[in-house]
């Protein structure tokens, strides 16, 4: 079952790439292709109604503090330009795709990235686009739950939007066992509504 859509609700599919939702990708996760079908099925019901769709890419350059080798957390992923950053070959795109990262900026959230150098917080595209078009909801999908989906999803309550997470639309890394449903708390808690 799909959510409701209309003209003032955004669907931000969050790095529906291959690293992520492939198998066979270097930082696949479990339930990644379940997460592509579900997502179409938003996609669709969003553009049926005239919503608004707008996607994230991870986009990291080869070298970031973000990657395990260069001092930080996660495997090599979402490299720019390599099939791995690529959206999954089955997902439907229907409107624009913002780019993460593109800087050696790191972080998890689609409204922000944090500057390696300074540390400081820059703005994406995202906030800016969705107020342009008169967006008054957001439904946040994709990968991964305990990492992008959650930030972009509290970042948007922050932001003011209300929140829906459809649950059959993300699924979490759980680098610790749990933390996929700790974010759902953590989800609730903030005012957003999981369905
Ligand atoms: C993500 C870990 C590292 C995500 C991105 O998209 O949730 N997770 N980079
Ligand atoms: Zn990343």
Known sequence: ??????PAT?????DVQNDFAD???SLAVAGGPEVVAATNAEVAAAAGAGAVVVY???WHPADTPHFAK????WPVHCVQGTWGAQLHPDLVVRGDVLRKGEHGEDGYS???MRDPVSGKSVPTALAGLLRERGVERLVVVGLATDYCVRATAL????HGWPVVVPWDAVAAV???PGDGERTRQELLDAGVEVE
């Open 110 to 112: 689609g409204f922000t």
């Open 1 to 6: 079952m799909t959510l409701t859509y209309d």
């Open 70 to 73: 260069d001092g930080g957390t």
């Open 10 to 14: 955004a669907l931000v599919v969050v």
């Open 155 to 158: 970042e948007g309550r922050e």
């Open 56 to 58: 994230t890419q991870d």
């Open 23 to 25: 198998p066979a990708g």
């Open 174 to 176: 759980d680098l610790e």
